[in-house]
Nanobody
Framework: VQLQASGGGLVQAGGSLRLSCAAS????????MAWFRQAPGKEREFVAA????????YYSDSLKGRFTISRDNAKNTGDLQMHSVKPEDTAVYYC??????????????WGQGTQVTVSS
């Protein structure tokens, strides 16, 4: 397994959740990593990305201020801290490795995803 997302679950609206991504060295080293999500019946959408050095972060405009992306290169892990979650945040969340941005963000490696369900 090259990427494994975890930490999803059921959370009440207004609550917080922290997602984690464990990556192999090949999928993690020297590349940005990103989080995407896919809600039922919708296309996968960009959530957040962070550069290899961690000095630059990017967020979907609709999520900025509520979600925080981070990474630990020594452990080959990345996190997505979610605050003030809303029912519309319900989706399967995927972490991506080997990510680049040419216009839109895209990633060469994907994990299985973790389900986040926000109850109202």
């Amino acid at each position: 397994v090259q990427l494994q997302a975890s930490g999803g679950g059921l959370v009440q609206a207004g609550g917080s959740l922290r997602l984690s991504c464990a990556a192999s060295v090949r999928t993690f080293t020297n590349y940005a990593m990103a989080w995407f999500r896919q809600a039922p019946g919708k296309e996968r959408e960009f959530v957040a990305a962070i550069t290899w050095s961690g000095d630059l972060t990017y967020y979907s405009d609709s999520l900025k201020g509520r979600f925080t992306i981070s990474r630990d290169n020594a452990k080959n892990t990345g996190d997505l801290q979610m605050h003030s979650v809303k029912p519309e945040d319900t989706a399967v969340y995927y972490c991506g490795g080997g990510c680049t941005r040419v216009g839109d963000w895209s990633c060469g490696y994907w994990g299985q995803g973790t389900q986040v369900t926000v109850s109202s």
